[in-house]
């Protein structure tokens, strides 16, 4: 199998779809036993952003919409992930580095703009107080499977890192990030001759 950047992509956002379903599921059930009043269902109501007494199964969807929310945005990323590699590897490290950086806040920016509107359409309530369109804890929760996704990929593809590890000693005067353009460099220029 060829180590390329569109391969990792892919898998990623399956990983991230695959997640996300598993929460929103996963959330469902929680919601649908909150309805038992005691001690544990108080406790799993605040870390769900409702108000157990008063929850009901069909406030699970809210939640289910603020995972859903968060997979598009995770989605989105790692398509602007992949284009920004891509892009980087055009460049010389001194631009690729600060394009890279730039990709990097501009995600970040896109994250922070999702969970404020979470957050702000949270507090339109319904008549028992519980979030009536997007549930923030939702939000947040799924914003955890981007970085699951991301590191879930050195399982997927191991055997693929062992051929093309980094070296320990890439030189003093180099920054990873640039050490880490010139290997990809390195590993599009092989993928090409063959």
Known sequence: ???????????????????????????????ASLSANDDASVVFGMLMGVNAATTETADGIPFAFGIGAVMCLNIVKVVLMKRAVNNAVKRDSVQAKLYLQGQYFMRLMLTAVVL?????????????GNPLYVNFMGTF?????????MYSMRFFLRHELKDNEFPEDSGKDKSAVESAIDELKAIG??????
């Open 116 to 128: 404020f509107t979470a957050g702000w359409l949270h507090t339109v309530t319904n008549g028992a």
């Open 141 to 149: 929760f799924g914003i955890f499977t981007f970085p699951l996704a």
């Open 1 to 31: 199998m060829e180590f390329s950047v569109d391969a990792v992509a892919n898998k990623m956002i399956v990983v991230i779809i695959a997640l996300s379903v598993l929460m929103a599921a996963c959330g469902f059930i929680i919601f």
């Open 189 to 194: 220029t092989e993928s090409e001759k063959q």
